[in-house]
C-alpha cells in the first residue's frame, strides 16, 4: 500500500494546493523547498491541521547531493517514497537573445535536473515495492511554447517526453508516471501581470477564469488513487485555453 508523498516546491501556491489535497486521506506528507522554511511550515500546520502526519524537508532539489541527503532523511523518518510529485520550478520571462548561459543552466537544474534528481532516488524504492506513482508539474508551455518564455518551454518540454518514457519504462513495475500541463494558474508566479494583463489573458480562456492551485491538488489526488492502468499520460489542466 503506498503510503507516503513528497511534494517539492510545497510552500505556496500550487505545491501548497497539492499538499492540501492529501491533507485528509491518510498519508505520511513529506513537503519540501528550497529556502521558504517559514512559509513551508505554515503548509505543514495547514496539513497536520487536515489530519495528516507531515513533516518538513528543506533542501534544493535542483542539488543532487542535497536531494539524496533529503531522501535519506524522508527515508528515516517516514521509510521511502511512494507517491513524488515533481512540482519545484522557476520561470525567466525575456527575449531568448537576452537570456544568459548562467540563468539558462540555473532553470534546466531546477525544472529539470530536480526531476532527474528525485526520480533516481525515488524509483529504487518504487521497484522494489512493485508500487509508485510519480507526478511532475508541467506546463501548457511545454506542448505549445511561448514567447519570451523559451528556456521555460524547453525545460517543460523536456519533463514531458521524459513522463512519457519513464511511463513505458516503469509500467512493468507497477509505476505510473503521468504529467499534469498546467495552464494560468492564480498563483504567485502570475502576480507580475497587471490588471489589464490579468483581463486580458482571463478573455483567451474559454472557462473564463484562472484555474486554482486547490484545482490542480484535486487532479493530483484523483491521479494518486486511481487503478493504475493511466500512465504516459500529459494531461492539460487549462481551461480549454491551449
Not at 535519506?72 to 521511502?80: A, H, R, S
Not at 519545484?88 to 530536480?114: C, E, H, K, P, Y
Request: one cysteine or more; hydrophobic letters at 40%.
Amino acid at each position: 500500500m503506498c503510503k507516503t508523498v513528497l511534494i517539492t516546491g510545497a510552500s505556496r501556491g500550487i505545491g501548497r494546493g497539492i499538499a492540501l489535497s492529501f491533507a485528509k486521506e491518510g498519508w505520511q506528507v513529506a513537503l519540501n523547498c528550497r529556502q521558504n522554511v517559514k512559509q513551508l511550515n505554515e503548509t505543514k500546520a495547514l496539513v497536520c491541521k487536515g489530519g495528516a502526519k507531515c513533516a518538513i524537508f528543506p533542501a534544493d532539489v535542483s542539488d543532487y547531493t542535497q536531494t539524496e541527503k533529503m531522501f535519506g532523511d524522508i527515508k528515516q523518518t517516514f521509510g521511502g517514497v511512494d507517491i513524488l510529485i515533481n512540482n519545484a520550478g522557476i520561470s525567466i520571462i525575456g527575449l531568448f537573445q537576452d537570456l544568459s548561459r548562467a540563468d539558462w543552466m540555473r532553470l534546466m537544474d531546477t525544472n529539470v535536473g530536480s526531476v532527474y534528481n528525485c526520480c533516481h532516488f525515488a524509483i529504487p524504492h518504487m521497484v522494489h515495492e512493485k508500487c509508485g506513482k510519480i507526478i511532475n508539474i508541467s506546463s501548457v508551455w511545454g506542448i505549445a511554447g511561448a514567447s519570451c518564455e523559451a528556456a521555460y518551454s524547453a525545460s517543460k518540454g523536456a519533463v514531458n517526453a521524459l513522463t512519457r518514457a519513464l511511463a513505458k519504462e516503469l509500467a512493468p513495475s507497477n509505476i505510473q508516471v503521468n504529467a499534469i500541463a498546467c495552464g494560468a494558474i492564480d498563483t504567485d508566479m502570475n502576480a507580475f501581470l497587471s490588471e489589464d494583463e490579468r483581463a486580458s489573458l482571463i478573455e483567451e480562456i474559454p472557462a473564463g477564469r484562472l484555474g486554482t492551485p486547490a484545482e490542480v491538488g484535486s487532479l493530483v489526488q484523483s491521479l494518486c488513487s486511481d487503478s493504475g492502468y493511466l500512465t504516459g499520460q500529459v494531461i492539460q489542466l487549462d481551461g480549454g485555453w491551449i
